[in-house]
């Protein structure tokens, strides 16, 4: 946490627990002396005197002068999010998208060049392809766990790697170690999608990830409200992504600020229990015979059970799995469920049900998603809060139509 900050807020300087940080961290009180964290839904901030005003906005002073500029309400998101993160500082977005849109306004320039897993959310491949490759930033796309492709895409112009580990749905795990050697050998950062695990299970600048990205409406929501996103990284970086974000906007409101801050305070245990219910779903469905293959890092059979073990505290909320048959046998299995929620949504208490193929992944080229593995009859749960024999009453119900 920033000294001053740590002052303001009263908190002992010795805290290292991941649930002290994420109930505590980064909260300074009004003279109300409020106990839950106060929302600031301003757009401006008066000033004492019009010499104030003149030095609040030559950055003589500090303070509030645009809630474009800083919030209080966003600032304390972004100090507790840090400190959960392991982070020098953190920088909230309107959305998970803004995120990656920010880093590529700070980080690219004309002639650059990046090397992105094939297996990463579907509109960081459509922002890629469809807007930053306009201004002449060449893409790569390589295997996620594909070390030597990674390897041979590198090249003297290229300014960052980009995965998420486990990739989605499939769950596929990358040694985050061993790109960022990649990496920085070529003086290119490695930036980390971390969505799914949330600095609750794994903490990708442990094994030398340069930066870590967010999307703040899944997991660190937890239910299901407001969209936003987190980016996290050495003090320098992110205050070049601060200045982005001052002129261009895409700054997160602080609504959705205190939405997310109120998630945080329960993410470690929320992820516990979404990874206890999925591990247990996993060993259920992994024994029943109209089932093929089910795809959870929890899992031993899982090629990468190990080294999932090694970089996460558990294995996440997101399981997937074929069933014997074709695509209508997986849309069969979907529409006989009755308590799981037919949408492609994740990080939610509610657990959700999505056939890849023709949702997610539908965009796809038949050609591509075989290479990405993902059949048609496939299945993703994201296993959400729900009780255990609810969960597997329901998948009975569609196994059932199978
Ligand atoms: C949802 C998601 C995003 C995009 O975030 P938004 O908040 O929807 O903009 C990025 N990466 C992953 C892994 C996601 O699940």
Redesign the pocket.
Known sequence: MDEELEQQSGLPSDIEGIDTLAIRAGQVRTPEGEHSEAIFPTSSYVFESAAHAAARFAGEEAGNVYSRYTNPTVRTFEQRFAALDGAEQAVATS??????LTLCMVLLEAGDHIICSKS??G??ISLFNRYIKKFNVDVSYVTLTDIDGWKQAITDKTRFLLL?TPS?PLGEVVDIQQLADIAHNNNALLIV?N??CTPALQKPREFGADIT?Y????YIDGQGRC???VLAGDAKVMEECVGFLRTAGPTMSPFNAWVFLKGLETLRLRMDAHSANALALAQWLDEQSQIEKVYYGGLPSHAGHELASRQQRAYGGVLSFEVKGDKSAAWRFIDNTELVSLTAN??DAKSTIVHPATTTHGRLAQEERDEAGIRDNLIRVAVGLEDLVDLQRDMERGLSAL
């Open positions: 959305s998970g998208m803004a995120g990656i990463v959310f509109s960081t998420e989605n999608d969505t799914f990205w999307s703040a409406t899944k969209l936003g996103g994740l990080g």
